[in-house]
């Protein structure tokens, strides 16, 4: 009994280390710059008008064919006293002639069905817009080797104009 809660522990962390060292399908090869461990200093909450910190992880997923991000951020008020956090996770995908990408954080889910992805350099995924929802859109630039820029803007029901959400930066840890 013991040998096989072993063996498929084992089997479970082989898995994990495989998907971690996976290279990327050619698709999203353009995207590998968001690989790694990032942490954020204070972002930005528009809509609060507090503050943000966290932490993302971006990894191969499904043997090279999908990112996974996985990422809990911490809130803060106006005062920087804390006012929650939450933990959220993005698979970014290719599908026909485009990336996309579901995002889930409990709370909310965002299907972004288009992506426009200068490679090695930055990615903007959108929202294909509804009526009576709003549309999102999430950029990622890489401002330095080791530094991401992100943006996170929405645009009312029935409009086009986009006003950010949230902005910031995030640090690469390894």
Partial sequence: MKSAVL???????AGAAGAQSAPLKPRLAGLAFLIGDWSSGRGRVAETGGTSTGSSTIEPAAGGAALLRRDHTNLFDPSGKPAGGFDQVMMIYPEGETLRADYIDGGHVIH?????????????????AQPGVPAFRLSYTLASPATLAVSFSMAAPGTIEFHPIATGTLTKAR
Avoid: I, Q, R, W
């Avoid at 063996?7 to 962390?13: E, K, T, Y």
């Avoid at 992506?115 to 959108?126: H, L, M, N, R």
């Fill in 7 to 13: 063996a498929v522990a084992l089997g479970l962390l």
């Fill in 112 to 128: 972004y069905t288009s992506a426009v992805v200068v490679p090695g350099k930055s990615v903007t995924f959108s929202t294909t």
